[in-house]
């Protein structure tokens, strides 16, 4: 019998492995079902869904490694980084989606979740004060008009696969729909500013860094009570909290 290796797990939601079968568990039927639509509709490699009984869905486990995760080594290629680039590009330039995804919040919705939760995580005392202050001046860039794309709104590098310099395929479907392409080319790079160039040289086309360096800021200022409130660490090294300091 395959081992079960548990992937995530927390109180929303569960993912295990059994040999080459992912089991997703989401109390949540909503959420399955964007990511069902979403893999059927983009345009890039995903993985085969094997068969859906709510609320578990099983899909098939895709080759190749990822690119690493947050708070650790990254790897791969200048060339893998690029192809990812370029896979994401094809993403943002495919048709929308029927309806607007993690990456397609309001801007004044946005402000609003956001200037609470620096509140928050100063009154609470979370993080420091002056920390806090400067990343939400940084993030302000990202509070702007924006063209709607086809964004997956969860594009960590633990999501993406790729064999060699190919890209095998991406998980994690359930935040996508229409959005600010730049969220996903930011929520890529997190953590991994080094190698921001490749995948902008793979994505074809001029972007604005201040968006991107506000977007990290945004993203791990809204993301830190969040994870530690469901058991993960953001002050681990290389994870949100050093982004956050990696702007002063």
Not at 49 to 55: C, E, F
Not at 154 to 163: G, P, S, T, W
Not at 168 to 184: P, V
Request: net charge negative; glycine share 8%; aromatic share 6%.
């Amino acid at each position: 019998m395959d081992e079960v290796k548990v992937v995530v797990a927390h109180s929303e939601r569960a993912t295990l492995r059994v040999g080459d079968v992912f089991l997703k568990v989401d109390a949540d039927q909503a959420r399955i079902d964007v990511e069902v639509e979403a893999m059927s509709l983009a345009p890039v490699p995903t993985p085969e869904v094997l068969w859906r009984k709510p609320p578990v869905l099983a899909i098939a486990a895709l080759p190749g490694t990822t690119l690493g995760r947050l708070g650790g080594p990254s790897t791969g290629s200048p060339a893998a980084w690029a192809a990812a680039g370029s896979v994401i590009r094809k993403l943002h330039d495919a048709p929308l989606p029927p309806r607007p995804g993690r990456a397609g919040r309001s801007v004044g919705a946005l402000a609003a979740e956001l200037d609470d939760e620096c509140e928050s995580l100063v009154t609470n005392g979370v993080l420091p004060a002056d920390l806090v202050t400067r990343n939400r001046q940084v993030a302000e860039a990202a509070l702007r008009p924006w063209t709607p794309a086809f964004t997956h709104g969860d594009l960590q590098i633990a999501h993406v696969f790729v064999d060699g310099d190919e890209v095998t395929g991406i998980i994690d479907w359930s935040e996508a729909g229409q959005g600010d392409a730049l969220y996903d080319l930011a929520t890529f790079t997190l953590g991994h500013e080094e190698h921001l160039d490749d995948v902008i040289a793979g994505y074809g086309t001029d972007i604005d860094l201040d968006v991107i360096h506000a977007w990290w800021s945004l993203r791990s200022l809204l993301a830190v009570r969040w994870l530690i409130e469901h058991g993960y660490d953001p002050f681990a090294p290389g994870c949100e909290v050093d982004v956050l300091r990696s702007r002063m």
